[in-house]
């Protein structure tokens, strides 16, 4: 189970550690320091500092870093360290994208299946993928064993479809449906609406 003393604000900064070492890794660089990953990433050296201590010491003062020990440990901490296996819901522009992307593998996520309900799409390929009816979305995604899923439906959809994933055994959900979905505590789910980061960044345009 999650550590719940560790603040979800610092949860969603790791990922963003990780990121920053690993583009150092492929660089072939072997060490690096809290000031530097802090001017990579526009976070303080001391909240850095300060978030990684949450986890344990894992780097020593005046030589920093060794950045795939620390790879390695985030990835553990974010349980990235192995595949976790996705469904997408909705094989519309958005859904489709998403199955052909390539960037999931290599950082912990794999999508299996494609599910829609538009008797025009079940059953056309998308990428590698044969999208499926999603009829029978509880039943063949509690069969698999899968706990993440992404939604990529109108709105008015996507609260009848993160229903069927929970009924499915989903605990995890992407939502790119510009709608809030109501869910269990034990279901996490995130939001990915670019009309509200674009409202966030043009307070500040003048």
Do not use: C
Not at 20 to 28: H, K
């Amino acid at each position: 189970m999650p550590n719940r003393t560790i603040p979800d604000i610092v949860i969603g900064r790791l990922p963003q550690y990780l990121r920053s070492l690993q583009r150092m890794e492929s660089e072939n660089r072997l060490i690096t320091s809290s000031q530097e990953l802090a001017e990579r990433l526009g976070i303080s050296a001391a909240q850095i500092r300060k978030d990684l201590s949450l986890f344990g010491e894992f780097g020593k003062q005046g030589t920093g870093y060794n950045i795939h020990f620390l790879i390695e440990k985030l990835r553990a901490i974010l349980k990235v360290d192995r595949i976790w296996d996705i469904v997408v819901v909705g094989a519309g522009d958005i859904g489709s994208a998403l199955a052909r992307y390539q960037g999931f593998a290599n950082r912990g996520f794999r999508i299996v299946m494609v599910f829609d309900k538009d008797p025009n799409k079940i059953g056309m390929q998308i990428g590698n993928f044969i999208v499926q009816d999603s009829k029978y979305l509880s039943e063949t995604i509690q069969r698999a064993g899968i706990k993440i899923g992404m939604i990529a439906v109108p709105s008015t959809e996507a609260q009848s479809v993160a229903d069927q994933l929970i009924q499915g055994g989903v605990r995890a959900i992407l939502n790119y449906a510009p709608i809030s979905i109501n869910v269990p505590p034990y279901v996490r789910v995130q939001y990915i609406d670019p009309v509200i980061h674009l409202q966030r960044m043009t307070y500040y345009l003048d």
